[in-house]
């Protein structure tokens, strides 16, 4: 990989990685396009993940210091509920990531039909969470954070998105369009933080052992953290007006090119 690629690359996981439209499933068919192996595309991947959720904790800042100035005031207020709200929904993602861990690297290497059938999925909770007449309600509760939480974990499947799939959950669900939207964004920071570390105290990301020019991942890096708080801005609009059913087009158009691709390869 060069430089331009890490550019590229990094871009299109900043912006997809906000958009409903899967990060995973774009750098897999982009690697694919660049003739990235499958262990080059899950160290960029997993160094360009950790940039986009440090963009989503610098474009959501105050809400993140609400949240812990409630927390640490040491009552059971609205903050603080909502910390064990986006704690709960962590759960079954971390519990995917401690003991299935290789089995989801292993996907990440299986090719473009996987990519293209879990983006034909995600068009269609999009679609379906655009249509459905569902009743709003004024909090999003522990149950539902439980649920939305489930679908994130389901979402590592590369192809499937999560903003997309965890969106969609949470309005099928009666919550709010905006709401549903940063608790999606919110709910995503410690498990992929936490992943990053783990893998700088275990030197994954040693030039060395990436295989990668000194350039590469602070490039790509900086690229997917620029793209990622721009993209993070307007997908909370987005959802506010209602607009996740165009993407659900996108999704089935690069759905079907990923399946065709990796059909007559």
């Known amino acids: 990989m060069n430089w331009i690629e890490a550019v590229i690359l990094g871009i299109i996981q900043g912006l997809t990685e906000f958009l409903p439209v899967s990060s995973s499933g774009h750098l ?4 694919a396009l ?25 474009v959501l800042w105050k809400e993140v210091a609400v949240l812990f100035k409630g927390l640490f ?13 986006i704690g709960l929904s962590m759960i079954p993602v971390g519990i995917v990531g401690v003991f299935f861990k290789d089995q989801v690297e ?33 909090t999003l509760s522990f149950k539902d954070a439980f649920w939305i939480g489930m679908v994130q974990a389901c979402a590592v499947l590369p192809g499937l ?23 999606s964004f919110l709910m995503v920071i410690l498990p992929v933080m936490g992943e990053a570390i783990l893998d700088l105290m275990k030197g994954d ?5 990436s295989g990668f020019s000194p ?8 690229a997917a953290f620029v793209t990622g708080a721009l993209a993070c801005r ?15 087009y996108y999704c089935v158009a690069t759905g079907l090119f990923a399946i065709i691709y990796s059909l007559v390869k």
């Open 28 to 31: 897999a068919i982009a690697g």
């Open 161 to 183: 998105s999560r903003s997309g799939s965890t969106i969609a959950a949470g309005l099928l669900l009666g919550n709010k369009k905006e709401q549903v939207a940063k608790f």
């Open 215 to 222: 350039v590469i991942l602070p490039v790509g890096f900086l």
């Open 73 to 85: 005031s040491f009552r059971w207020n609205e903050e603080t509920q909502m910390v064990c709200k």
């Open 205 to 209: 990301f040693s030039m060395q052992a």
């Open 34 to 58: 660049f003739g990235l192996n499958g262990e080059e595309n899950l160290t960029f991947a997993v160094a360009v993940h950790a940039a986009t959720v440090l963009s989503t904790v610098c």
């Open 106 to 138: 292993t996907l990440f290497g299986s090719g473009l039909l996987l990519v293209g059938v879990m983006l034909l999925v995600t068009a269609g909770l999009l679609a379906f969470s655009y249509v459905a007449d569902v009743r709003q309600k004024d």
């Open 234 to 248: 307007w997908m909370i609009r987005l959802v506010k007006k209602g607009k996740l059913i165009y993407f659900a």
